[in-house]
């Protein structure tokens, strides 16, 4: 009997509950599609190995559907081949019709470069893969992946050149972990983060990709069973490789050196002796007060200190604060900005209040907002027992006002737009006052972020501690004037009649300025 030509009946594998095959960080990294994306990522974690996923399904689609040329530039060789044998994996595991690896070589000035391509016969496009920078990258369309970035010896013209493809719909991706606080892969990050720049970033260190299942898929490809125990043998067998170098190389935190975030000469540059620092000290024993007694004092200081500094603001101008709270140990920092038509932003004073009771700072902060022309946003230091007056302030302002965590993620997200708009010009002045200038010099890059460390200082005058009070608020400020706006009442344009006669040609530059955007 001749033997059956058909194939062996396999059991069912329909039942069977297989993994993703990305894993969640990989998924969000293939998700976005941001024109320009830069993922500071963890070393051992597969992200180019996702991105080779995604290069394949660009480069195997037609036009229509997206197609175009992807184009790798690695820094060595071995990471390049690893890069087009994996594309080469993908396109058989999507059953993709697709040329073997083809050998080349890329003529770069001088240079002859070693390339690797996969082509697709039915979208015409191709993967290229390259060891190091060709400068007729320029010309060319499609997607560049630039991966290690920070280790290319000319990144500044390898991203100026893959840049340029944005123009006619390409696509960049840059990939790396960190190699230095001062590297332009760090810079451009923080470009990004601060909008300086469009695009988008990715991060994700080891921990958060052993929790989203790193192990588990390592255990998966060599055929054992999970264990939680080998888990955490295996990650601290991981940092242990890595020793020192564990924090910028898994945890994503560039290597830096101690100094200052912020120069004295930036700060100096911008001290303005116009703008005021005015300070409420409750007076000694000042709880004991009855409540009455309190809020007599403090609407005697308003009106005396403050009322003239809020009847001198710009009607026209739009109007923002930031909120450091303290209550018993440092200083309760107010930090007010104007931003005018040219969208610059500058300070007319700085409020502050030490060892006040709650209801007293609630009561000078209604007083101040009330009167803020065209006021469009607050942001709160809800950290702690700050959690009250924010929510207060709430309750009366609604979305107006925002309560926001002092959190590591919080500092990595803003403190760079904060940074930028001093260097840039957009942030006009502050107070000449040295606690003001101390606050702000205390800033220091911690684990790469940010931020005041812990540590305190005291105000000029010593009676008081300090911790970097106004600096927060200021940052606070700063990023309440990113944020969306909320509905503001129609402020007219004041008439000359209404215009102090010290003011009356500030005035007149302003309405002549109106008058003609309307011609």
Not at 332 to 350: A, D, T
Not at 483 to 504: E, F, I, L
């Amino acid at each position: 009997m001749m033997p059956s030509k058909n194939p062996p009946l396999l059991d069912s594998t329909a039942s069977i509950v297989a993994p993703a095959v990305l894993l969640p960080y990989q998924q969000a990294w293939v998700a976005d599609k941001s024109q320009l994306k830069v993922a500071e990522k963890s070393r051992r974690i597969g992200l180019t190995w996702a991105e080779a996923a995604d290069d394949v399904l660009i480069a195997a689609s037609d036009k229509k559907s997206g197609g175009q040329n992807v184009y790798y530039v690695g820094y060595n060789q071995d990471m390049t081949m690893e890069f087009i044998e994996a594309c080469a994996m993908w396109a058989r595991s999507f059953d993709y019709v697709a040329s073997e690896i083809e050998e080349g070589l890329w003529e770069d000035e001088d240079k002859q470069i070693k390339t690797f391509t996969i082509r697709f016969p039915n979208s015409k496009h191709r993967i290229t893969a390259l060891s190091s920078r060709p400068s007729n990258l320029r010309g060319k369309q499609g997607v560049v992946v630039i991966d290690e970035a920070a280790f290319h010896e000319d990144l500044a013209g390898l991203i100026k050149a893959a840049l340029a493809l944005l123009i006619w719909g390409g696509k960049v991706r840059i990939i790396s972990t960190h190699n230095g606080d001062e590297n332009l892969f760090n810079e451009l990050i923080n470009e990004i983060r601060s909008g300086k720049r469009k695009g988008s970033v990715f991060r994700c260190d080891f921990h958060e990709a052993v929790k989203d299942g790193l192990y588990k898929r390592v255990c998966l490809r060599r055929g054992i069973e999970y264990d939680p125990d080998e888990e955490a043998k295996w990650v601290q067998e991981v940092y242990d490789f890595y020793g020192d170098d564990a924090d910028e190389e898994l945890d994503v935190i560039p290597s830096q050196g101690s100094g200052r975030w912020l120069s004295t000469a930036l700060l100096e540059k911008l001290a303005d002796e116009q703008s005021q620092v005015v300070t409420f000290t409750a007076p000694k024993g000042f709880d004991t007060w009855t409540e009455e007694a309190r809020t007599t004092e403090v609407e005697t200081w308003l009106k005396a200190t403050v009322e003239p500094l809020l009847v001198g603001l710009q009607p026209q101008d739009t109007h923002f604060y930031g909120l450091d709270f303290a209550r018993k140990r440092d200083a309760s920092s107010m930090w007010v900005q104007g931003q005018r038509l040219n969208l610059k932003r500058y300070c007319p004073f700085v409020l502050e209040m030490i060892k006040v009771p709650y209801n007293q700072q609630k009561q000078i902060l209604n007083h101040v907002t009330d009167k803020l022309p065209r006021f469009a946003k607050g942001a709160h230091d809800a950290t702690g027992n700050g959690g009250y007056l924010a929510e207060q302030m709430q309750i009366k302002w609604g979305e107006r006002v925002e309560a926001v965590m002092l959190s590591e993620g919080w500092y990595r997200e803003h403190t760079p737009h904060f940074k930028a708009s001093l260097e840039d010009g957009m942030i006009e002045n502050m107070p000449a006052n040295k606690d003001i200038r101390d606050d702000h010099l205390l800033f220091r890059k911690v684990k790469g972020v940010a931020k005041i460390p812990e540590q305190r200082t005291k105000s000029e005058d010593g009676s008081n501690k300090r911790h970097g009070d106004s600096g927060i608020a200021h940052l606070l400020c700063d990023y309440a004037s990113t944020m969306p706006m909320a509905t503001m009442a129609w402020t007219p344009a004041p008439s000359p009649s209404d215009v102090p006669k010290n003011m009356q040609d500030m005035f007149d530059d302003w309405h002549f300025g109106q008058m003609e955007g309307f011609c």
